[in-house]
């Protein structure tokens, strides 16, 4: 059990900095903005190459790790991830970009891995749930945390220590998985030599993450996106085909027949797209229009992020055991929905703090910690154990493209509001409102087509 507990900790430890590594830099980036005198549009790289990277490669990682091993990829993609930390804190922007584009490959590699390592650890899908709690809850935290001590750390340290953090926890990371990590068994599944379709995968996963970022800015290049687009389309077209004639695909389509595996991953694209958005809406709002600096917006949200800790250790295994995950799913959904309505009321009322505090508390505390466990239980819980580590791939994915999908339209929606004069906070949290409405509908009618299944009244984590 000490052994099991040892692994588990190694899982989270690689989630939670790759989580903590999406939200730290929005807190540096006023910093990072002095330092180089680049405009907010050039430093937005810095967050955007790093998210096209690990959407693009995520999908192969999880391949990887159900051919090659998922001990040998979780140890490479994590010290892909350290090295790339430590030589991120360059004075030359052009390596700083390139340092990034490395720790998302890194993560790529990581993070399925460990999934997959967890599925394989704990045989009992009460046990095996309870880890992916544990390891979805420890995400939920990083993405909090990251919130709360980027504007302090960029402030106090300089923004090179937001990457230099990473090395010795992730440094600790990989010699705890070298010592406790069982070995990779052999030829569990033969390696598939599809280099093809893997190379394809990749770059449909790169193009889609560009496409989406890109969206905002279609009305001044639209021919160009619309070729780039026909191209999507057409390679797309020609990965499906060839891979349901190959003798060793890349991806087995019969996966998304499996229960839950596509609610779990629809609903990884909601909270990717809500979440990613409510922190660029959240940074913009508390230190432009509160006039909030990043070390108060910091020392604002680390309360929060402790929390968040707390409903992850001690309320979320409860709620498990007597609501099951759908139901425990649908109650983060609400929460993250609530959290919406009152950024809203922050903004349209008198009672602004009050509001956003509670907005926090419900979205940073309750809402992720919560809800992504969730959905990354119902991704991957009924997937064979020989394709756990697609599986994860394909769940990362989904949150990855979903938080560039939500950001560039939650982006394109704030601009239209602004040239009707509309509010464009409003516009924008009424989009997030929407989502989350729409993520607790999903779940709820996926729990009645259970119901109806399997002949029961109540749906349990099992």
């Given at each position: 059990m000490k052994k099991e507990r040892i692994i588990l900790t190694v899982a989270c430890m690689a989630i939670f900095f790759e989580a903590l590594d999406v939200s730290v830099l929005n807190m540096a980036i006023p910093q990072m903005e002095s330092f180089f005198h680049f405009g907010a549009a050039a430093i937005q790289w810095v967050q955007t190459v790093y998210v096209l990277f690990y959407a693009g490669l995520v999908l192969l990682g999880g391949r990887l790790a159900d051919t090659i091993g998922r001990k040998k990829v979780f140890v490479t993609g994590a010290c892909c991830?350290?090295?790339?930390?430590?030589?991120a804190g360059s004075m030359n922007f052009t390596w700083l970009l390139v340092c990034r584009a490395l720790q998302g490959a890194g993560v790529a590699l990581a993070i399925p891995a460990a999934m997959a390592?967890?599925?394989?650890?704990?045989?009992?899908?009460?046990a095996r749930n309870r880890a992916f709690g544990i390891f979805g809850a420890t995400a939920g935290i990083g993405f909090a945390t990251g919130l709360a001590i980027g504007g302090l750390i960029s402030n106090y340290l300089g923004w090179q220590w937001v990457f230099f953090i990473n090395v010795p926890v992730i440094g600790l990371a990989v010699i705890l998985a070298i010592v406790y990590i069982?070995?990779?068994?052999?030829?569990v599944v033969k390696p598939a030599h599809n280099l093809l379709s893997a190379l394809l995968i990749t770059g449909l996963m790169m193009l889609a993450a560009w496409l989406i970022h890109d969206l905002g800015n279609i009305a001044h290049h639209y021919t160009k996106y619309g070729l780039w687009l026909l191209l999507f389309l057409t390679a797309g077209i020609f990965f499906i085909r060839r891979e349901r004639v190959h003798p060793s695909p890349l991806v087995d389509f019969e996966l998304f027949r499996l229960h839950g595996v596509i609610t779990g991953n629809i609903g990884a694209v909601m909270l990717g797209s809500i979440f990613l958005s409510y922190i660029f809406m959240l940074t913009i709002y508390l230190q432009q229009d509160l006039h909030f600096t990043s070390s108060q917006a910091g020392l604002l949200l680390f309360p929060f992020s402790i929390l968040s800790g707390v409903v992850s250790k001690f309320i979320l295994p409860r709620l498990f055991g007597k609501l099951g995950v759908v139901k425990t799913g649908m109650l983060g959904n609400a929460f993250m929905g609530c959290g919406i309505l009152f950024f809203i009321a922050s903004y349209f009322t008198d009672y602004t703090l009050l509001f956003i505090f509670c907005a926090v508390a419900c979205i940073n505390?309750?809402?992720?910690?919560?809800?992504?466990?969730?959905?990354?239980?119902?991704?991957?819980?009924?997937?064979?154990?020989?394709?756990?580590?697609?599986?994860?791939?394909?769940n990362g994915t989904a949150n990855a493209l979903g938080s560039g999908l939500g950001l560039s339209v939650t982006g394109l929606i704030m601009q239209l509001a602004a040239t009707k004069g509309w509010s464009s906070y409003g516009a924008g949290l009424t989009m997030l409102a929407i989502i989350a409405l729409a993520a607790i509908i999903q779940l709820l009618v996926f729990y009645r087509r259970s119901q109806l299944a399997?002949?029961?009244?109540?749906?349990?984590?099992?």
């Open positions: 991830f350290v090295l790339a930390s430590l030589a390592i967890i599925t394989n650890t704990f045989k009992e899908p009460v069982p070995a990779d068994e052999k030829a505390s309750f809402g992720m910690a919560i809800t992504f466990p969730c959905v990354t239980i119902l991704a991957v819980q009924s997937v064979p154990e020989p394709q756990q580590g697609l599986a994860s791939g394909i399997v002949g029961v009244v109540t749906v349990h984590p099992q």
